[in-house]
């Protein structure tokens, strides 16, 4: 366990890590600086050019060929010798000497005669080597130094640069290290803050220590996501104590008339209770599928979209709802397209729809209308429509909805707190739970769409509007 939280990710050491890398890259760069230029400067500069100086002006005034043999005999050994103690350079220079004859006077190894004038490179017993010639008016000196492969040469420049980067690592480390530590405290304090927080404690952004601006969209992030579940469950609590009280009532209604279905002695008596009885069932038993229907709603699960014909289905839900009208009183008028085949969550489309239409015949006096209108985006009406299984079959495209009622309406102070959980209007006398809207509202979120409400024809009832926007292709062109 202890290793395995060694090797965990660690903001400072993957900062440190960082360093190191970038340690390295400078030293590289600097390394391959420093290769260049030396490269650069042995070939505008070299240094074999400046000991053939040195040693033509040491044997410039002898005219005798051992004498001046000797001289450089001596000066070459020296050199040599000083060449092998630092390591670097442990090949030997080559050194010959001509006089102005072209006969060879002196040469501290064997090897081929340096040919070329000035500075010029030259393969000389296997190896390349920087060379130098000069002709003077007695003597023709000639040095030849091996070149150090690129591979030494870096090694060399490497290991010159690499105490500097080594004394500098730390002036560098210490204090970054104590920047991240001390950077990151407030990060720790705000981890164990969140620790010994309980489930129905806030934590405010003053509470904590977000100096630094990296740190404050954390913290401010945290508090909203915070305040967000807050909220939900300050919901989920006035919704359970809401849906407790509305259940209340009917379980109530029913304890009651059955206790009066059980010990009256009257036939009547018990038949009017018997009907009351089934009425408090009728209304326990459709809030119960109501808070069902909200809750499946509230859910985050994403459902499958299904191809629908919204005409075909509205129709058949008009035809199904067509005996509950006439008992009332009431028309029911359906203005649509031939077809509108739209993908979409089938489910919520069919809450939307029979929501809104019970809702209406519920208000709704008897001789009144209800009017389901369906359009597609671009306000159609009947119309030809593409062949199924193509993209321009409209499949995709928004639509709109629009369900009006020539019913009491809705006061427009109230038209804001229709979809609110439990709400009904003041002096409703109709029997309802006012969780109707709110599964609207659910399943109108399920669509991607938006839903308002607006008078009804002629400034009377209500009218409310669904519109879905175009929603991202799902079909092939094919």
Request: aromatic share 6%.
């Given at each position: 366990?202890?290793?395995?939280k060694?090797?965990?990710?660690?903001l400072a050491?993957?900062l440190?890590?960082?360093?190191l890398g970038?340690?390295?890259l400078?030293a590289g760069?600097?390394?391959?600086?420093?290769?260049?230029?030396f490269?650069r400067?042995m070939?505008?500069?070299?240094?074999?050019?400046?000991?053939a100086?040195?040693?033509?002006?040491?044997?410039?005034?002898?005219p005798?060929?051992p004498?001046?043999?000797r001289?450089?005999?001596?000066?070459?050994?020296h050199?040599?010798?000083?060449?092998?103690?630092t390591?670097v350079?442990p090949?030997?220079?080559?050194l010959?000497?001509?006089?102005r004859?072209g006969?060879?006077?002196?040469a501290?190894?064997p090897?081929?005669?340096?040919?070329?004038?000035?500075?010029?490179e030259?393969w000389?017993?296997?190896?390349r080597?920087?060379?130098?010639r000069?002709d003077g008016?007695?003597?023709s000196l000639?040095l030849?130094?091996p070149?150090?492969?690129?591979?030494?040469?870096?090694?060399?420049?490497?290991?010159?640069?690499g105490?500097?980067?080594?004394?500098?690592?730390?002036?560098?480390?210490?204090?970054l290290?104590?920047?991240v530590?001390?950077?990151?405290q407030?990060l720790?304090?705000f981890?164990?803050?969140?620790?010994?927080?309980?489930?129905?404690?806030a934590?405010?952004?003053r509470?904590?220590?977000l100096?630094y601006?990296?740190?404050?969209?954390l913290?401010l992030?945290?508090?909203?996501?915070m305040?967000?579940l807050?909220?939900?469950?300050?919901?989920e609590r006035a919704?359970?104590?809401?849906?407790a009280h509305e259940?209340?009532?009917?379980l109530?209604?029913?304890?009651?008339?059955?206790?009066?279905?059980?010990?009256?002695?009257?036939?009547?008596?018990?038949?009017?209770?018997?009907e009351?009885?089934?009425a408090?069932?009728r209304?326990?038993?459709?809030?119960?599928?109501?808070?069902?229907?909200?809750?499946s709603?509230?859910?985050?699960?994403?459902?499958?979209?299904?191809r629908?014909?919204?005409?075909?289905?509205?129709?058949q839900?008009?035809?199904?709802?067509?005996?509950?009208?006439?008992?009332?009183?009431?028309?029911?008028?359906?203005?649509a397209?031939?077809q509108?085949?739209r993908v979409l969550?089938?489910?919520?489309?069919?809450?939307?729809?029979?929501?809104l239409l019970d809702?209406?015949?519920?208000?709704?006096?008897?001789g009144?209308?209800?009017?389901?209108?369906?359009?597609?985006?671009?306000?159609?009406?009947?119309?030809?429509?593409?062949?199924?299984?193509s993209?321009?079959?409209?499949?995709?495209?928004?639509?709109?909805?629009?369900?009006?009622?020539?019913?009491?309406?809705?006061?427009?102070?109230?038209?804001?707190?229709?979809?609110?959980?439990f709400w009904r209007?003041?002096?409703?006398?109709?029997?309802?739970?006012?969780?109707?809207?709110a599964?609207?509202q659910?399943?109108?979120n399920?669509l991607?769409?938006?839903?308002s409400?607006?008078?009804?024809?002629d400034?009377?009832?209500c009218t409310f509007?669904?519109?879905v926007p175009?929603?991202?292709?799902?079909?092939?062109?094919?």
């Amino acid at each position: 366990m202890r290793a395995w939280k060694l090797w965990q990710p660690s903001l400072a050491r993957r900062l440190l890590m960082a360093l190191l890398g970038a340690f390295a890259l400078v030293a590289g760069v600097l390394v391959l600086q420093e290769y260049l230029q030396f490269k650069r400067q042995m070939s505008e500069q070299p240094g074999i050019r400046q000991l053939a100086d040195l040693m033509r002006s040491g044997i410039a005034n002898e005219p005798d060929g051992p004498t001046a043999g000797r001289v450089l005999a001596g000066q070459i050994t020296h050199l040599n010798a000083l060449r092998r103690q630092t390591g670097v350079l442990p090949e030997d220079l080559l050194l010959q000497l001509y006089d102005r004859e072209g006969r060879l006077v002196y040469a501290s190894g064997p090897g081929e005669p340096i040919a070329q004038p000035g500075v010029a490179e030259q393969w000389l017993q296997g190896r390349r080597h920087w060379t130098w010639r000069e002709d003077g008016e007695r003597w023709s000196l000639r040095l030849a130094e091996p070149t150090l492969p690129d591979v030494d040469l870096l090694g060399w420049l490497a290991r010159g640069l690499g105490g500097s980067m080594l004394l500098a690592f730390p002036l560098v480390l210490i204090p970054l290290w104590l920047a991240v530590h001390t950077g990151l405290q407030p990060l720790r304090r705000f981890a164990q803050r969140l620790g010994g927080l309980e489930a129905d404690q806030a934590l405010a952004p003053r509470e904590l220590d977000l100096r630094y601006a990296e740190l404050r969209p954390l913290g401010l992030a945290f508090d909203g996501l915070m305040a967000r579940l807050r909220q939900r469950r300050a919901r989920e609590r006035a919704f359970v104590q809401d849906a407790a009280h509305e259940l209340r009532t009917p379980l109530a209604v029913i304890a009651a008339q059955t206790h009066v279905l059980v010990q009256s002695a009257d036939e009547q008596g018990r038949q009017e209770a018997g009907e009351r009885l089934l009425a408090a069932i009728r209304r326990t038993s459709h809030l119960s599928q109501q808070l069902l229907d909200l809750a499946s709603l509230d859910g985050k699960t994403e459902r499958p979209h299904q191809r629908l014909d919204l005409v075909q289905a509205s129709a058949q839900l008009l035809a199904d709802l067509h005996g509950r009208a006439r008992e009332r009183g009431l028309t029911l008028v359906l203005e649509a397209p031939e077809q509108l085949p739209r993908v979409l969550d089938v489910a919520a489309f069919q809450t939307v729809l029979h929501n809104l239409l019970d809702n209406a015949l519920r208000y709704v006096q008897a001789g009144g209308q209800i009017v389901l209108t369906l359009a597609g985006e671009s306000g159609g009406g009947p119309g030809p429509v593409p062949p199924r299984g193509s993209e321009a079959s409209g499949e995709c495209e928004g639509w709109t909805l629009t369900v009006s009622d020539d019913g009491p309406g809705i006061a427009p102070e109230h038209r804001n707190l229709v979809f609110e959980r439990f709400w009904r209007g003041p002096d409703v006398a109709v029997a309802g739970s006012g969780l109707g809207l709110a599964i609207v509202q659910q399943a109108v979120n399920r669509l991607g769409g938006r839903i308002s409400l607006a008078a009804g024809p002629d400034g009377l009832g209500c009218t409310f509007t669904l519109s879905v926007p175009r929603a991202p292709t799902l079909f092939g062109s094919s």
